[in-house]
């Protein structure tokens, strides 16, 4: 396997023989070697323009996701508005709290290498330091969310840990500005999906109005990912 450094931090390092069956075998192993990969498109897809903890990984492991999603909810809605139904008041609590851990999950390492296969076509394999792949923008300094100041990687990554556990999503692919994430045990009830559908709206604003001339609600955007084994997030 041959790498190049990728930014100043010795953190990242690009794969010049990067594969989907490359990113599989990592991505299986992350735990155990603490690194993980990820598939990055763009110049350098912004790495390194936030501030990195000392001990990133510490940091993520501090915050609670649901406090951190209760803080970023954009509700309560005011009187007579509908914008956020069907929850118009504060967060509701996080679905599937306490089950099973799923981010090991055989199925969660094949819905991944199967999102590799689409990621290899125009990105480029990068292995980061880290055990686990929530963990990554927090690591790296990502500045895609960096225009939104109650945001910040640290608390973006305890998310997508929560997620990582609960969904079986996994972050796979960063641009300058996106986090794709392959999903192996979505929501698949209409019910759960807008549970999951406020989390995003919390997560990133810009999943409310993807500025396609739709504007959805959790209830509509929650059709949306019912059963999708993939989570796309842009920050404008």
Request: proline share 8%; hydrophobic share 40%.
């Amino acid at each position: 396997m041959t790498t190049s450094d990728l930014s100043s931090s010795d953190a990242v390092q690009l794969l010049s023989d990067g594969t989907p069956s490359v990113y599989d075998d990592l991505l299986r192993h992350a735990r155990a070697e603490d690194c993980a990969p990820v598939w990055l498109a763009g110049a350098d897809c912004r790495l390194g323009v936030m501030p990195v903890p000392d001990d990133p990984v510490g940091a993520i492991g501090a915050y609670d996701p649901y406090r951190v999603l209760a803080e970023w909810w954009p509700g309560p809605c005011p009187e007579g508005c509908t914008c956020l139904e069907p929850f118009l008041g504060e967060l509701p609590e996080l679905t599937r709290s306490g089950e099973e851990d799923r981010s090991t999950s055989p199925r969660t390492f094949r819905e991944a290498a199967a999102m590799a296969e689409q990621a290899a076509a125009w990105g480029h394999l990068a292995l980061v330091r880290v055990s686990r792949p929530a963990d990554i923008p927090a690591v790296v300094g990502w500045g895609g969310a960096c225009n939104y100041p109650h945001q910040d990687n640290v608390r973006l990554s305890a998310v997508l840990r929560s997620w990582e556990e609960r969904f079986g999503a996994v972050l796979s692919v960063m641009t300058t500005s996106t986090l794709e994430l392959s999903v192996a045990f979505p929501p698949t009830t209409q019910e759960e999906a807008e549970l999951v559908a406020s989390e995003h709206f919390a997560f990133c604003p810009d999943q409310v109005d993807p500025q396609n001339g739709v504007v959805y609600t959790p209830r509509s955007y929650g059709e949306k990912i019912r059963s999708a084994t993939r989570w796309r997030f842009w920050w404008d």
